[in-house]
C-alpha cells in the first residue's frame, strides 16, 4: 500500500528573460518563501533533492553552487538528478515511499539566458549520427508537427488555437514571461520557422526555478490546512530514434497513465509540459484528455520556460488550482528530449 | 557602476570510438556508401548495435541501403543555426533509405519547402572532404543529384571527431562588478553577512549558511596583506585551453579582517625552499593600466582575483605559528 | 523500509585508458554482464538508473535520452543522478532505494564514463587556461592533514603501492603497474606537492552495473545476494567562511548516519572490509578518521602498521580502488560494486577471507558530498 504523501508547500520564480543574479540566489528567494509559509525549521526537512543542468550555464558542477540557495550547514541528506526538478520530485516522492522519512523538498532551477538553447540541446541527441548535424528540439518539433498534419490528428488552426489560449491565458498569470491577447488567425499569417511551426509555436528563453515541499500524511496535515496529496507518480522514456518512433503519439505518456490507473474523466485540471504546440494535441490524445478538463490554465510552457524547472512549475501550477478550490484532481506532466521523448506524469488531489 | 560583460567559449573536439556499428557505417559513409544492419527480417539505417525491440546484440552484418529513398516527413528550416550541416535554408527529414525498413534524420539541400513534400525521392550526396562523419552526407531531390566518383579512404574509421563549441554571453552579477570595480581600483572588495558578521571575498552576494542576500551596504574593504595557510606546486598538465608551462607555487592565503581564504594564488617570484605556510604576505597591484579583470565572472568555483596582483610580497613581518593558523580554510 | 535490497548481479566492463567502444557499447557490456551474473534479462528489468559526472566529460547532455535503447529501457522508467565525483554511490543508492520503496521489484543501475572522448582537465578548468585539476584543490587540504597530524610523507606513498599492488589481482583494474615500488612512486614526478604522479588516479573509460531486487527477487536468485544493511548520504555547502575541508562535518554525519541504520557501534571491529573513494593517496588516512574508523589523528597509523592491506584487520580497496581505475562517474558504484563482491564471496584473488560486512564510500565535489552503503552476506547480522 503506498504512502500517503502531500505538497505541503511551493514557490517559484517568475519566468525572466534574463536573470541578473546567480543560480543560487533565484533558488534562495523561494526556498525562504516556502520556510516562511510553513512552520519548519530548514533542517528539520529529512531530504533534499534538486535538478538542474550543468550545459545550460557551461559550467561543470555548476549545480554545486546550486546547494547555497537551500542551504547545506549543517549538513543535510541530499542528491541531485541532471533532470528537471519533476524527475527530482519523483525520486522524493520515492524516497519517502520507504518510510523511515517523513520530508522532503525538491527543486529545479536553470538559467537559459547565457547561452544558445538551439545550439546547445542538440547534444540530447545520439552523439554519433545526430548531434554531428545540429538536430535541434525546435526541428524535432518541426517533424512532429507535420507527422501530425499529414496523419490527420491536427491542422495548423489547432497549432495557434494552442498558442492563442495558452498567451491570453498567461495574461492572467504573474510568472509568466510572454503572455498577450492574439487572435488564431494573426498568427496564421506569421511566416514559418520550422514549417509547419512558427516562431510563436516555440517557447520563450527563460531563467528561473520552482520548489515543493512534501511530506508523509500525519505531518503534511500538521504543516498546512490544505495538503495537495500526490496519487502518483511515474515516468516513461522512448526510443532515441525518431525513426522508431511514432511522433503523433505518445506510448510513454500513456503506460505511465495505466501504470497509475489514470482516469481522464476525474481530472479538472492538467498542466502539461508543452513546449512546442504541437505536443498539447499529442499529448490529449494520447492521454484521453476530455473537455471537462482544462488544460494549462497557467499558460502553460509557451509562456515561460525555465529549463529544469518548467516541468515542476507544472506540478505546481495543478496544486495551485487545488489549494485555491478551482479543481478538486490534476495532472501534472513533466517533459524531457526532443519531441515527447520522455515524459513523466504526476496526479494530485485535495482533501474531499 | 560599470557593467562588465562576460563571454567564453566551452570548445572542445570530442573524439569519439563509434564501436563495431557505427564505426562501418562511418567508414561506409566516408567511402561513399550507406550501409544499413540486419535485424532479423529487418535492416536498420542508422544500424544499431542490438535489436531495439529486444535488447539482443545484433551480429555485425550490414547491408548496402540508398543512395536514394523516400521522405517520410520532413521541416524546413528557415534559419539555420551554425551547428546545422546546411548554412542556408534546408529541410531535415526522416529519410527511408531504398532497401532499409527505419528511416534515418537527416538534411535535405532543396531550393525551397515548395520543393519539398512526404513521399518525396531524395538521393545521397556525398561531400568532398569527408571525415568519417554522419555530416559527410547529406541528401538532394532524386532529380537534382550529381553523379560522383568516390575515393574509398584507407582504413577503418575508429575515431569520429565532433568539435563541441558553445558560446555562453552575459553581465557580471552586481556584485561580482563592484569585486572586479574595486580590483581594478586596486582594492580587495568583500561582503559581511549582517547576520554572521563573517567576511566573505570574493562575496556570492549572499550569506550562504544564513541564506540572506546581500547587498552593496554589506560591502567591506579589505586588506591586502594575509597569511599563507597552505600552498602546493603545480605542475601544469597540458590540456586544450591550458597556457601554463611551467611549475608554480598555488597558495591558498588568508587576506587579514576576512574570514574565508583566497585559494589558488599565484606565486612566481619567492624560491620555493624559502615559502612557507604562515608566512605573512602583501598584495602587490600592477600600475592601473596593466589591471585586468577578464578573468573575473561569474563562476564561483574557480574564484579569482583577476590580472591585477603583480606579485604577493614577503611582509618581512614574524610567521603566524601553526597553532594560530585556522584549522580551518 | 517498505522492502528490503539485495544485490543480484555485478558487472563491470574492463578499465583503461580508451576503450575502443561506443557509448551504447559501454554500457550495455557492463549491464549484460550483471543480468547474466543475476540470470535474468532485460525484460526483468522494471526501472533503470544511470549516473555518470557531468556531461560535459563527453559532450553529451541528460544521456539517459540517447542510451535508453542500449539498455532496453524503452517504456520504462530510467533516472538520472549527478552528485560529482559521489555520483556512482548515489547511483546505487538511489537504485536501492526504488527497490526499498516497494515500487519496483527489480532494478538496473549502471554508471559510466569515456573519459577518453574527451578531456577530464580542460572539462574541469570550464575550458579556462590555468586549471589545475582536482589535485591542485585537494593537494592544500593534504598538506594541512598531515600537519595536523604529523603524518610522514611516506604514508602517501604507501598506499600508492597497496593499491596498485590490490590491482595486480584485479583483472578489470585499468593499472596493471608490475613493477610498482615506495621508490617508483618517490621518483616520480611530483604533480601536486606533495601529490606525485604514482600517488594519482589514472583518466579511464569503462562502467559498472548491478542488478538489484527485493527479499521475493533474492530468495528466486541463483547467486549468492549482498544485502543493503544501510545507505547514506550527505552534502555540506562547498565554501563559506569557517568550513573545514580536511576532514568535512559531513563525511563524518554521513557515517555516523550510515552506521546507526546498520546497527554498527564499533566500525573498525565490526566492519570486514572496505572500498574508499581515494583518488589521490592521502584520502585513505583521511578518510579513515573522517568515517570514525580511525581515531582523529591515527589513520595514517592505520595505513603505516599495515592494516589497510589484504590480510590486514581493515582491508582498504581490495580491488585496487580509484587510484587503480578511475572512470569518474563509475568509481563510485564501483566501490558498491566491490563491497558486494567481498561479501558474496566472488572477488577472486582479492578477496578477504570470510568477508561477511562490507563498506563503500564515494565523495565529490570539493570534498562536500558523500555517499555510503554497507553491505553484508546475510539480510539481518547480529553486530557484538
Not at chain 1, 226 to 238: A, L, S, T, V
Not at chain 2, 187 to 213: L, N
Not at chain 3, 60 to 86: F, N, Q, W, Y
Not at chain 3, 258 to 287: H, N, S
Request: include cysteine; charge should be negative; aromatic fraction near 8%.
Amino acid at each position: 500500500m503506498a504512502e500517503d504523501i502531500a505538497i505541503v508547500a511551493f514557490a517559484q520564480t517568475p519566468s525572466y528573460r534574463s536573470y541578473g543574479d546567480s543560480e543560487a540566489s533565484l533558488i534562495m528567494g523561494i526556498v525562504n518563501q516556502i520556510l516562511g509559509d510553513v512552520e519548519i525549521d530548514r533542517y528539520d526537512i529529512d531530504f533534499t533533492i534538486a535538478g538542474s543542468c550543468d550545459y545550460l550555464l557551461g559550467l561543470p558542477f555548476s549545480f554545486i553552487a546550486n546547494v547555497d540557495g537551500y542551504g547545506a550547514w549543517p549538513p543535510i541528506y541530499e542528491s541531485h538528478v541532471e533532470m528537471d526538478g519533476a524527475w527530482a520530485l519523483f525520486e522524493a516522492f520515492v524516497r519517502l515511499q520507504c518510510g523511515d522519512i517523513d520530508s522532503a523538498l525538491v527543486v529545479g532551477s536553470g538559467k537559459s539566458s547565457s547561452g544558445v538553447p538551439r545550439e546547445i540541446f542538440p547534444l540530447q541527441t545520439d552523439p554519433y549520427v545526430s548531434a554531428p548535424l545540429g538536430l535541434d528540439p525546435v526541428s524535432v518539433a518541426g517533424l512532429q508537427a507535420r507527422a501530425l498534419l499529414e496523419a490527420g490528428k491536427a491542422t495548423e488552426r489547432d497549432f495557434a488555437e494552442v498558442v492563442s489560449r495558452s498567451r491570453r491565458d498567461g495574461l492572467s498569470n504573474p510568472h509568466a514571461q510572454v503572455a498577450k491577447d492574439v487572435s488564431v488567425e494573426t498568427l496564421l499569417k506569421e511566416p514559418y520557422y520550422a514549417s509547419p511551426l512558427r516562431k510563436h509555436d516555440l517557447p520563450p528563453i527563460s531563467d528561473g526555478a520552482a520548489a515543493v515541499l512534501i511530506a508523509r500524511g500525519e505531518l503534511a496535515r500538521k504543516l498546512c490546512d490544505k495538503p495537495i496529496w500526490i496519487r502518483g507518480i511515474d515516468h516513461r522514456i522512448e526510443s532515441h530514434h525518431l525513426g522508431l518512433r511514432d511522433l503523433t503519439d505518445s506510448p510513454s505518456s500513456r503506460i505511465a497513465a495505466t501504470n497509475l490507473g489514470l482516469d481522464p474523466g476525474s481530472l479538472d485540471v492538467a498542466e502539461l509540459c508543452v513546449r512546442y504546440s504541437p505536443e498539447e494535441i499529442v499529448l490529449r490524445q494520447a492521454l484521453e484528455l476530455g473537455n471537462g478538463t482544462q488544460i494549462n490554465p497557467s499558460g502553460g510552457p509557451l509562456c515561460g520556460h525555465p529549463v529544469m524547472a518548467t516541468g515542476l512549475t507544472r506540478v505546481i501550477e495543478v496544486a495551485r488550482r487545488i489549494r485555491n478550490g478551482e479543481a478538486g484532481r490534476g495532472l501534472a506532466h513533466a517533459a524531457s528530449g526532443a519531441a515527447l521523448q520522455h515524459n513523466l506524469l504526476c496526479i494530485l488531489e485535495g482533501d474531499a | 557602476m560599470s557593467e562588465f560583460p562576460v563571454s567564453f567559449t566551452l570548445e572542445y573536439p570530442y573524439t569519439r570510438t563509434p564501436g563495431p556499428v557505427i564505426g562501418p557505417f562511418l567508414t561506409g559513409l566516408r567511402d561513399g556508401r550507406i550501409l544499413g544492419i540486419r535485424c532479423g527480417s529487418r535492416v536498420l539505417c542508422p544500424p544499431m548495435e542490438f535489436d531495439p525491440d529486444t535488447g539482443e546484440t545484433l551480429s555485425p552484418d550490414f547491408v548496402e541501403v540508398g543512395p536514394s529513398g523516400r521522405v517520410e516527413n520532413w521541416t524546413w528550416i528557415a534559419e539555420p543555426t551554425r551547428k546545422h550541416p546546411l548554412q542556408e535554408p534546408f529541410a531535415f527529414a526522416l529519410v527511408k533509405l531504398d532497401g532499409a525498413d527505419t528511416a534515418i534524420t537527416h538534411a535535405v539541400k532543396a531550393a525551397g519547402p515548395e520543393a519539398m513534400s512526404t513521399g518525396m525521392r531524395v538521393t545521397a550526396q556525398f561531400r568532398e572532404e569527408r571525415v568519417g562523419a554522419v555530416s559527410d552526407v547529406y541528401f538532394v531531390p532524386e532529380g537534382d543529384a550529381r553523379e560522383q566518383a568516390i575515393e574509398p579512404g584507407e582504413g577503418e574509421v575508429e575515431i569520429t571527431t565532433h568539435l563541441i563549441s558553445l558560446t555562453y554571453e552575459g553581465k557580471l552579477h552586481p556584485h561580482n562588478a563592484r569585486y572586479a570595480q574595486g580590483l581594478l581600483d586596486g582594492k580587495f572588495i568583500g561582503q559581511r553577512s549582517p547576520v554572521s558578521g563573517k567576511v566573505g571575498i570574493p562575496s556570492r552576494g549572499y550569506d550562504p549558511i544564513a541564506r540572506v542576500v546581500l547587498t552593496p551596504a554589506d560591502d567591506v574593504e579589505i586588506s591586502p596583506t594575509g597569511t599563507v595557510v597552505s600552498y602546493t606546486v603545480i605542475t601544469p598538465i597540458q590540456y586544450r585551453g591550458q597556457t601554463e608551462t611551467e611549475p608554480y607555487i598555488s597558495a591558498t592565503i588568508f587576506l587579514d579582517g576576512s574570514d574565508q581564504a583566497l585559494p589558488q594564488q599565484d606565486i612566481r617570484d619567492i624560491p620555493l625552499d624559502e615559502f612557507r605556510v604562515g608566512m605573512r604576505v602583501r598584495a602587490i597591484f600592477r600600475p592601473p593600466a596593466e589591471r585586468n579583470v577578464d578573468a573575473v565572472d561569474n563562476d564561483w568555483m574557480y574564484p579569482t582575483v583577476g590580472d591585477v596582483v603583480e606579485r604577493w610580497a614577503p611582509t618581512g613581518e614574524p610567521d603566524v605559528p601553526m597553532d594560530q593558523i585556522p584549522e580551518t580554510m | 523500509m517498505a522492502e528490503r535490497c539485495a544485490v543480484i548481479g555485478l558487472g563491470q566492463t574492463k578499465y583503461d585508458r580508451c576503450l575502443p567502444i561506443s557509448m551504447d557499447g559501454l554500457v550495455r557490456q557492463a549491464a549484460l554482464r550483471a543480468l547474466e551474473d543475476a540470470e535474468l534479462t532485460f525484460a526483468d528489468i522494471d526501472a533503470i538508473v544511470l549516473g555518470k559526472a557531468p556531461d560535459q566529460l563527453e559532450g553529451v547532455i541528460m544521456p539517459e535520452l540517447s542510451l535508453c535503447d542500449a539498455l532496453c529501457a524503452v517504456g520504462k522508467p530510467m533516472h538520472r543522478v549527478h552528485t560529482a565525483g559521489s555520483v556512482g554511490g548515489s547511483t546505487a543508492i538511489t537504485a536501492a532505494t526504488l527497490i526499498e520503496s516497494g515500487m519496483y521489484n527489480t532494478v538496473l543501475t549502471v554508471s559510466y564514463e569515456k573519459q577518453s572522448d574527451g578531456n577530464f582537465m580542460w572539462a574541469l578548468s570550464g575550458g579556462r587556461s590555468g586549471g589545475q585539476g582536482a589535485g591542485g584543490s585537494f593537494a592544500p587540504w593534504i598538506r594541512n592533514y598531515m600537519k595536523r597530524s604529523g603524518a610522514p610523507e611516506h604514508i602517501g606513498w604507501q598506499v600508492a603501492v597497496k593499491d596498485r599492488l590490490n590491482a595486480l589481482k584485479n583483472p578489470y583494474a585499468h593499472l596493471h603497474l608490475k613493477d610498482i615500488s615506495i621508490e617508483a612512486v618517490k621518483e616520480s614526478p611530483m604533480l601536486w606537492d606533495p601529490l606525485h604522479f604514482l600517488e594519482s588516479c589514472p583518466s579511464s573509460d569503462g562502467a559498472a552495473a548491478m542488478v538489484m531486487t527485493n527479499a521475493a527477487g533474492a530468495k528466486r536468485s541463483p547467486r549468492p545476494s549482498a544485502w543493503v544493511l544501510a545507505h547514506a548520504k550527505r552534502t555540506e555547502a562547498g565554501v563559506f567562511p569557517g568550513r573545514d575541508p580536511v576532514i568535512p562535518v559531513a563525511a563524518m554525519d554521513c557515517a555516523k548516519a550510515l552506521y546507526k541504520k546498520a546497527g554498527i557501534t564499533d566500525p573498525r571491529r565490526q566492519i570486514d572490509c572496505a572500498e574508499l573513494y581515494v583518488p589521490f593517496t592521502w584520502f585513505e588516512p583521511m578518510w579513515l578518521e573522517a568515517h570514525l574508523i580511525a581515531e582523529p589523528g591515527e589513520g595514517w597509523k592505520m595505513v603505516d602498521s599495515g592494516a589497510t592491506e589484504i590480510g590486514g584487520d581493515f582491508p582498504v580497496d581490495m580491488s585496487g580502488g580509484v587510484l587503480s581505475s578511475n572512470p569518474i562517474g563509475a568509481s563510485g558504484m564501483i566501490r558498491c560494486l566491490e563491497a558486494a563482491n567481498q561479501v558474496r564471496g566472488t572477488a577472486g584473488d582479492y578477496q578477504v577471507e570470510g568477508a561477511r560486512v562490507a563498506l563503500a564510500q564515494a565523495y565529490g565535489g570539493p570534498s562536500s558530498y558523500f555517499a555510503m552503503w554497507i553491505v553484508s552476506s546475510e539480510p539481518n547480522p547480529t553486530f557484538k
